[in-house]
């Protein structure tokens, strides 16, 4: 449930409509109720947070609701709104106070949309308000930034060596600072602008991944991609001319679908696959075991790899049945002829069971955190040239 729910009370429809799609932008759940008689009942089972009030309304006034609102056993922040001048607005509140309700604010109508926003701003402040329009704004100013997570490939016993790493998108918001996926990859997903944000993501790590070839870094790329794309049946060809755009080999990425990204369409998401696979394009069953996992899709889609979520790997240390179910994993991607990943190693101990389970790569904080181009440099330098583990199975074994 959403944890900002606006209720407007207000008898003109227009001006109630207009002042619940300000709420609406502004990340409220909304309802907007025009008949007074109905104020108690709403309340009640909607449990706003927020309500905005009109005072002036035909049959019941704003201050009986007021007095109703006193009697209910729920607590919301209360705006009076009123055509009337701002001494009548003053009483209101008082009154509204003295019956124990919360009156947060009060405004003249009409009110300017701006004005309204920084009331209702006010109201969530513990929470980060983030529109589409927001969002939409920030890719065009560039505020969008793109993160890398580094990825180790066993090469031989005891050396892991980066040479890949995965993009991963945040927002550098003026206001709340660094912003991570999950506060803005759904909003993307739901209006649309995952398709700019990911057009974003891929220019941006392939236009890295070409300097730091430049500089004799060389760097395969994973980029996260929504479930939108698999049923886009002209990405396959857009995606490679991008990657000859940027002199890249095409097999030098990875793209990483979660499951329930993979399952959607099925045939359509086939078809898609597989044409990224004809240009050598890798494709990789993200945060396996987690979603509503399916051996079918698993056996059916055409991956190249697949990354086994967080949780396991976590658990690896302390629980025997973890172990038992990544090493199970790991035999049955390469008996599907796909590489197996860990993400999430935080410590050397994972590492070497991992190892010793014949797992292709890792990912994970014992490598490196996700960092910015610069800063994984340092952490590649430090990371490829450190010693050989010579303990290396041994302790998993
Ligand atoms: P993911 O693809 O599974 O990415 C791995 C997440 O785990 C990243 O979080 C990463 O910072 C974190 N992580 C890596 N190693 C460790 C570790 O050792 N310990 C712990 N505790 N965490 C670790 P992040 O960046 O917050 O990304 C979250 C998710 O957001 C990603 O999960 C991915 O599904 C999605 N995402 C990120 N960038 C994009 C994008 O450009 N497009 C789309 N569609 N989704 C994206
Ligand atoms: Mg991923
Ligand atoms: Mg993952």
Redesign the pocket.
Known sequence: MNENRLLVMDDDADVGAFFGQVGEDLGFDVRVIADPDKFSSVVMEFSPTVILLDLQMPGKDGIELLRELASLDRNPKVLIASGLDSRVLTTAQELGTSMGVEVAGAFCKPIALDELEVLLVRLKSQTKIITVNHLRQAIEQGQLVVHY?PKATLKSPGRWIIEGA????RWEHPEYGLL???EF?GLAEESGL?VE??DF?FRASMEQARVWFAKGLYMELG????AQFLGDLGFPDRLLTLVRENNLDPSMLTL?L?ETAAMNDPSVALDILARLRVKNINVCL??FGTGASSLTHLYRMPFSEVKLD?QFTNDMRLRADARALVEGLIYLAHKLKMRACA????DEGTLEMLEAMNCDKV????IG??VRAKDLEAIVERWNTRPINQSRTAAAR
């Open positions: 997570l995965e993009a991963l998108v991570y996926p999950k990859i995952i944000v990911t993501v980029v996260n991609l929504s990483e979660t993200d945060d967080n993400e999430g190693v935080e990912q994970g904080h014992l955190a996700a």
